[in-house]
């Protein structure tokens, strides 16, 4: 019984798409549609215009007239018809009561958050439940503290390499004042966990050490006086031009760390702090001795101070010093600390996600 109101509702909803023919019944002009299985009782009434029905269902019913067996196609489980009677074989276990027979018809579902399709330009991704993928499909950005601490000398590229490579950078018309920094760089993007490999998009994650390098090494030692080296700083080589959040996963939670990149280097933050690392592992914090990390980096993501920064982060000695930030501070204080170190002294890295230049998935 179900199955024969089901395709009766089936017929009607097709009649209004003018596609009557397709099952094979015919409908007369004024015929009303209803939630049971009779021709009476409230709904919609069909059209009795010869308008809005065309000469193409006349021809039908004409043609159904001539052969009486055609209005009605019975199989086994099945009956199509636009006169129903009464069924003296119904019990209550069959009856369909209104609400159930509204909602006979055809399910489209819409796109939705959580689809496993990223669906444009609603969603930046969608894969709420990665921690680079927030709950309304919105890409974030993580940060993180690295969970080894370094002196300051943070790279040790040799000079003939160094300069061959800058020559190289030069020759391809690219700028070669980051050289230094990809070595850092590689220091934010060495043995990471599975759920930082990746970003929100599934594709491979890419994240840059949180600091200020300046390129006056190249200027001096290699002779390139004459080239305009580029300063390196987060404000000109990470990707800023974005409202995405940054957040940290920390203890197997995520916290949200500011709302966006301006937001991030200024002292509009949240109330969380950067303070876990890599594998999600709080830093312990140390009153007396708080935890740091070098930075050199002053608001907006550009230079603190010239020159107090480990010389050029070459330099591991106590005759040097270089800037750093508080781990653990949910202030600018994370960034731009009270005190610099000396060099001999080990500091923890910042390392920030990058957002993709490019969406893989179109």
């Not at 300069?163 to 993007?189: F, H, S």
């Amino acid at each position: 019984m179900a199955k024969s109101i089901q395709t009766k509702l089936l017929c009607q909803g097709l009649m209004w798409l003018g596609l009557l023919q397709l099952c094979g019944c015919t409908l007369e002009p004024g015929t009303v549609f209803t939630g049971d299985d009779s021709e009476a009782g409230s709904g919609m009434e069909a059209p009795s215009t010869t308008a809005d029905l065309t000469s193409s269902t006349a021809a039908m019913t004409t043609s159904n007239t001539a052969e009486p067996d055609s209005m009605m196609e019975t199989n086994s489980d099945t009956v199509v018809s636009t006169t129903s009677t009464t069924d003296p074989t119904t019990t209550d276990a069959d009856a369909i009561t209104d609400s159930e027979t509204e909602s006979v018809g055809l399910y489209i579902p819409l796109p939705f958050c959580g689809d496993g399709k990223k669906n444009s330009p609603l969603e930046e991704c969608d894969n709420p439940g990665h921690s680079g993928c927030t709950s309304d499909c919105k890409l974030a950005m993580r940060v993180f503290v690295t969970k080894n601490k370094y002196k300051g000398k943070l790279h040790s590229l040799e000079l003939v390499d160094l300069k061959a490579k800058v020559e190289d950078a030069l020759a391809e018309n690219q700028d070669p004042g980051n050289l230094l920094l990809e070595k850092i760089d590689k220091i934010c993007n060495s043995e990471l966990p599975t759920n930082l490999n990746t970003n929100g998009l599934g594709k491979p994650a890419v994240y840059k050490a949180f600091i200020y390098h300046t390129p006056i090494l190249f200027t001096q030692i290699l002779g390139y006086n004459e080239y305009n080296l580029t300063p390196q700083a987060p404000s000109n080589r990470f990707s800023t031009g974005h409202n995405t959040p940054y957040v940290n996963e920390c203890n197997g939670n995520i916290a949200s760390i500011a709302t966006s990149w301006g937001a991030l280097v200024n002292n509009t933050m949240n109330n969380n702090a950067i303070q876990c690392d890599e594998d999600g592992t709080p830093i312990p914090l140390d009153l007396d001795n708080e935890p740091c990390a070098w930075t050199n980096v002053n608001y907006n993501g550009h230079e603190w101070t010239e020159g107090v920064d480990c010389n050029k982060w070459t330099g591991e000695t106590q005759d040097a010093t270089g800037r750093t930030g508080l781990v653990g501070s949910n202030t600018y204080t994370w960034f731009k600390g009270p005190n610099p170190e000396t060099c001999n002294n080990e500091c923890h890295l910042y390392c920030v996600e990058q957002y993709p230049t490019k969406d893989p998935n179109g």
